[in-house]
């Protein structure tokens, strides 16, 4: 009975661990998706402050970059900002509702992507899902 007991936590264990490596790959233009947006001819986006967010000053001015993130991630963006490679760089945060409602059904109706998932590895910056 003891070895089918530890037979039995070690297959637990095992079982466990590759649960762990399975991952979800969430690309651009599927809900769950956080990182940097392309904006083009999409709608204009709600945003959650109407001037961009810098965090560090740089002596080249570059076009502000439109960004879904966490709520958390918005409050403490200088701790959350490197994550996404835009310390540097001017913010627009999108808000979820825009995100959700108008972007993702336009990018699936153009990339004939409707709600299905991508097999391959992120296409976009895929953070804190």
């Not at 986006?45 to 109407?50: E, H």
């Not at 002596?59 to 200088?78: E, G, K, N, T």
């Not at 913010?91 to 972007?103: H, I, L, R, T």
Request: proline fraction near 6%.
């Amino acid at each position: 009975m003891k070895r089918f007991l530890i037979a039995a936590l070690f297959t637990f264990a095992t079982a466990s661990a590759f649960a762990a490596d399975v991952g979800i790959s969430i690309s651009l233009g599927q809900p769950g998706f956080y990182g940097q947006i392309d904006i083009g001819d999409y709608p204009p986006p709600r945003l959650i402050y109407a001037q961009p967010v810098i965090v560090q000053q740089v002596a080249v001015v570059a076009p502000p970059i439109y960004l879904r993130v966490q709520a958390d991630h918005v409050q403490h963006w200088d701790q959350y900002c490197g994550q996404y490679g835009a310390c540097g760089q001017r913010v627009y945060f999108v808000e979820d509702s825009w995100y959700d409602g108008v972007y993702v059904p336009n990018y699936q109706k153009r990339h004939n992507n409707h709600g299905k998932s991508s097999n391959s590895k992120n296409k976009g910056k895929n953070h804190h899902n």
